[in-house]
């Protein structure tokens, strides 16, 4: 990809580059926190600026919307961390579609922040990442803690394997919301019985668009949203659907901001695991106690696989989680924004 000019609202924003996950619904602007005001306020503005100059990308999977207009939800803003103990600090931004001011940066996103790395360590950011790194990110936005492993690397393409660290004494029951309708890992969660909806196995969960049943989920979106006092526009709670495939492997199906997602988030495999280790989640009473192998859950997701690997004491609310990992999650650096200057 070339560079493409953006107009921006001061002379000096820092790097920016575009990079995507693969399994993202798209790439993510990846921006220089540095640059950028850390108040919220004031970011938001900077944001909104940036956001309005930002030239359409029709040509990039994933940003194509209505009338063809391509635009860039997943904004990553990234620096080195000012905790001794981590190597970046990391915020993500959904952008969300109804405005250009409207931003919600209330959550995580695994994917933008792998996606992140590898743009910083093209643009020198980061040193050039070598197979065995291992990046240490705290997530501004909700404290996550996450060890970005890299198990495969080259110029413009990554292969991780993320690691969610739990603080010690993390109790299970801790992630619970909402009498445990909401599980709250990495990324909050509502996960559904698919058969409460009609659907019961894989194919018919993955069967089309299906809009009825993208309707009712986001019906249940934002009526846990205004259950838990969270904007009803906002991305919070995610929402997934579920269904039992084998012991130890559900199919899950996810809304992302906008549409189905393609595959599943990230922090929604990471989010699901957690559940399933759960003794009462609906992820867990799905696999009704039956494992495959001990911490280990297999994902089909309506694109590919996905094995998330978890570490527990135990399976009531008074055990501990220790840690979720997700491995081969791929990313590539598209190339450099170049930042112009303009006026207001």
Known sequence: MTATTLTAPTADLGFAALARAIGAPGPTLVLDADALPRDREGLVTALTRIRRRLPDLPDLPGTGGKGGKGEVLKWALIAPSTHPLFDVDYRFVQAMPDAP?????NGN???????AVTAAAQAGRLP??????RIRARVLNNGDQVVCQVDHASPRHTVFTAHFIVPPGTRLGTLLRDGGRVVRMANPYLFV???RLGVRDRETLFRGEQPELYATLERMRRRQAARLGWPLDG????????VPVAPGHLAVRALTVGGWHPELALTGAVCLAAASALRGTIPNRLLAGESAAPGRLVIDTPARQ???SYAVTGDTQDDELLWVSVGGKE?????????GVGDE
């Not at 050039?128 to 790194?133: E, K, Q, S, V, Y």
């Not at 990313?331 to 930042?339: E, H, P």
């Open 306 to 308: 996905v094995v998330a």
């Open 193 to 195: 019985d698919g058969a």
């Open 235 to 242: 991305a919070f709670p995610k929402v997934a659907a579920v």
């Open 128 to 133: 050039a990442l070598r197979a065995g790194d």
């Open 109 to 115: 996103c695994g994917h933008s922040l792998l996606a």
């Open 331 to 339: 990313t590539r650096a598209l190339g450099a924004v170049a930042m």
């Open 101 to 105: 001011d409207h931003f919600d940066l």
